[in-house]
């Protein structure tokens, strides 16, 4: 048996450099590793074929002698289309851990969930904010009304907008968000604070 | 009827392409794969019958005679092989079809579910059948590339991580295998097995060395033979309860499979069997002690898988006519109990709701009759006397003294140790979640469960005893099951009886060679 020295060498760089290459922490190059280390393998299977000779086919005075072996051939072909579909599975897999990677430890959340959650989040911290000034301003007339209520002049327009703003600080105290809600309560909440209260949102037009 | 044979491979894979065609119907999906690995139950039931009393059949694919086509070779070890592994795959299967019913909110797509699985059964069967060693490769790769998909179904974060360790080292031990068939038609000229059992013993001792060890290294690793199974307990408990069970029960013993072929009819003339008795204790004990060490009761019995396959190592390293018919009959006990057990484990995580042994309590109560379903299993596996696992180590180990040798006594020594460990993993689980009260849970400290490893993914220690009810099918389809691990013991005679028979056609490869080409190999 004589086989090429250059796909002996080929073989032998494909095989380290596959390995080598197969070591790496990523996926992608781990999958370029095992495409190249398959691909040797491939080589070294046609090695095993002996010389190379005459196409397969018995005619006339074709000495069997002559002809290379096929065998070789027809395991490499095989061998090629189950590394084709694994390949492409291993694709699959990459691009899906990648993907989950991308997420982080969220894990398994799909984008827009997770916009959602932002969105719910950050709506919710301006409501806080938006509910710290209400209760500023409530602050300052119920000091009015204390000065109303020590010179005995009532006004009624002031007790008026004394108990709407009574109204209004019930109902955002029943809205206190806590921070670590589950993302559906805050939406929940943040739907209602947006019925009760100013539109204080700042994606009013993406609800 | 040899015909037959082929069909074991033709249904379940032209019932894969019809589960595709339908895949929007679920119960259609249903009938078509329980139809047709019952009919695989069926000619496998028939193939066995024949095959003993006639002796084995041989089918030439496509009727290219032995050399130039592919041969197809059914002899008693085979028939053994395909019947115990169709009644692992439709029990899964139809456990896995009353999972699906129960399970509203599932992680697992069931279109995907049965294509992937009947593709899988095709793949066994194939290299149960295989003659030929690149048809063998090929059975592998089919067998591997569904269990990849198996492996990873709905794609969820940890499955992927426990996927890709799983599929690179599974592509590894293909492209050695691959390489060493290249190495061996390079050296011989042929890939038939027959063939080659002549042709590789006329080789130099030092080139059958190479080539030999070449393709102990590919099936090892899909064995999980000690060095090489680290994969095992990594990759196995993250998936669904029926496809670990398949796993556990299958995958492993296809590997060992093609170990006893390689030493029995492959390299009948070159003796390695020192090297088995080695690793065989190694792979025992060191399996055993990783299994003591888990509390997470998937990974504890992936470890006691790892180990009881270094039983079977044992028994094909002592060489003998009597230490190969043990190792069938193992083999056989092994697959069954092995999936009984992942089956009882899907049983416990949803009565329980946990598979930890820090957070189940109490279910003694809640379903006696999970208890009952795990602990007969559990004590077949560890080799209590009337069970089949003390029959099958029994006949290890009197094979083992009737061949001794220093190694073989330390054999036999690594094998009672691990009979022993493995009692006592699986009763301290049982103990633990079964019989410990719901109260004690809480307030349990023991030095011996903060030593415990938990697995990785576990989720939140929060201490929570849940109660579901099982549905009945997965309840009647795991009783059935421990009733044929009990099976296996009362029909120990006559099973014991043909795994001899199987061995003794093993022991003689002129055998197989005379089977495959009646007229003498050119």
Redesign the interface.
């Known amino acids: 048996m004589n086989a090429s020295m250059t796909l002996i060498l080929l073989m032998a760089v494909m095989y380290a450099s596959g390995v080598y290459v197969m070591l790496e922490r990523s996926l992608t190059r781990v999958l370029i590793g095992f495409l190249l280390v398959g691909n040797a393998t491939n080589i070294l299977l046609f090695l095993m074929s002996g010389r190379p000779g005459l196409g397969p086919i018995m005619n006339d005075g074709v000495d069997a002698a002559d002809i290379s072996d096929p065998l070789p051939q027809a395991l490499i072909l095989t061998a090629i289309v189950i590394n084709l579909g694994i390949t492409a599975f291993m694709l699959a897999l990459i691009y899906r851990s990648w993907w989950l990677a991308q997420l982080g430890a969220k894990g398994d959340l799909i984008d827009d969930e997770e916009q959602d959650l932002e969105d719910a989040l950050a709506s919710a911290a301006e409501l806080r904010r938006s509910e710290d000034d209400d209760t500023a301003i409530h602050a300052i007339l119920d000091a009015s009304d204390e000065h109303l209520d020590a010179t005995g002049d009532v006004d009624d327009t002031a007790r008026d907008a004394d108990t709407d703003a009574a109204e209004l600080l019930a109902e955002l105290t029943a809205l206190d968000v806590p921070t670590d809600t589950s993302p559906i309560e805050v939406q929940r909440s943040e739907q209602a604070g947006r019925d009760g209260t100013d539109d204080t949102s700042p994606r009013d037009g993406s609800s | 009827m040899p015909e037959l044979i082929p069909l074991m491979v033709l249904i379940p894979l032209i019932a894969a392409a019809l589960t595709v065609i339908f895949g929007r119907q679920p119960r259609l999906q249903v009938a078509i794969s329980s139809t047709a690995l019952t009919a695989t139950v069926a000619i496998s039931a028939v193939q066995i019958a024949l095959i003993d009393q006639n002796g084995p059949a041989v089918v030439a694919v496509g009727g290219w005679a032995a050399p130039w086509g592919i041969a197809l070779v059914v002899d008693r070890l085979s028939a053994i092989m395909l019947l115990i592994s169709a009644i692992m795959l439709l029990g899964v299967l139809i456990y896995s079809i009353g999972q699906g019913v129960a399970d509203r909110h599932r992680e697992t797509p069931v279109s995907i579910f049965h294509p992937s699985y009947l593709i899988l059964s095709a793949g066994v069967f194939t290299t149960f059948i295989a003659g030929d060693l690149?048809n063998l490769y090929?059975g592998f790769?089919v067998l591997l590339?569904s269990s990849?998909?198996l492996l990873?179904l709905g794609?969820?974060?940890e499955r992927?991580?426990a996927?890709?360790t799983y599929?690179?080292v599974s592509?590894?031990s293909s492209?050695f295998f691959?390489?060493s068939?290249?190495?061996i038609?390079?050296a011989t000229g042929t890939?038939n097995m027959a063939q080659l059992s002549v042709r590789l013993g006329e080789l130099p001792a030092d080139v059958q060395l190479v080539l030999h060890v070449l393709l102990l290294i590919g099936f090892g690793i899909k064995a999980a033979v000690f060095p090489l199974s680290f994969w095992l307990p990594d990759s196995y408990p993250t998936a669904p309860a029926p496809v670990t069970a398949v796993f556990a029960g299958l995958l492993t013993k296809v590997g060992v499979y093609a170990l006893i072929r390689t030493e029995t009819v492959l390299f009948a003339g070159h003796d390695l069997s020192a090297l088995f008795l080695v690793i065989g204790s190694l792979t025992m004990i060191v399996g055993i002690l990783g299994a003591l060490a888990q509390a997470d009761i998937k990974r504890l019995l992936s470890f006691t898988l790892v180990s009881h396959i270094g039983y079977m190592l044992f028994g094909i390293g002592l060489a003998t006519t009597l230490g190969l018919a043990a190792t069938i009959y193992y083999v056989v006990h092994h697959i069954t109990v092995q999936t009984t057990l992942f089956l009882t484990t899907g049983l416990i995580e949803r009565t329980g709701g946990a598979t930890s042994i820090n957070r189940l309590a109490g279910l003694l109560k809640a379903s006696p009759l999970v208890a009952i379903l795990f602990f007969i299993p559990a004590l077949n596996l560890g080799g209590i006397p009337p069970f089949s696992g003390f029959i099958g180590k029994v006949g290890l180990f009197m094979a083992g003294a009737a061949a001794p040798s220093p190694l073989v006594w330390i054999g036999i020594a690594a094998g009672a140790i691990t009979s022993l460990l493995t009692l006592y993993a699986l009763t301290r689980f049982w103990n633990m979640a079964f019989w410990r009260g719901k109260g004690e849970l809480k307030g349990y400290e023991s030095v011996l469960i903060e030593s415990l490893q938990e697995a990785p993914e576990a989720p939140d220690a929060s201490v929570a005893v849940k109660t579901r009810t099982v549905p009945a099918t997965m309840l009647a389809v795991t009783a059935g099951m421990v009733a044929l691990t009990v099976a296996l013991t009362v029909f120990a005679g006559p099973l014991f009886g043909i795994a001899e028979r199987a061995a003794e056609d093993l022991k003689t490869p002129a055998f197989y060679i005379d089977t495959v080409f009646p007229g003498g190999v050119q």
């Open positions: 690149f090929v790769e590339a990849y998909v990873t794609g969820t974060g992927i991580r996927g890709v599929i690179i592509l590894v492209l691959l390489a068939i290249a190495l038609y390079g890939v």
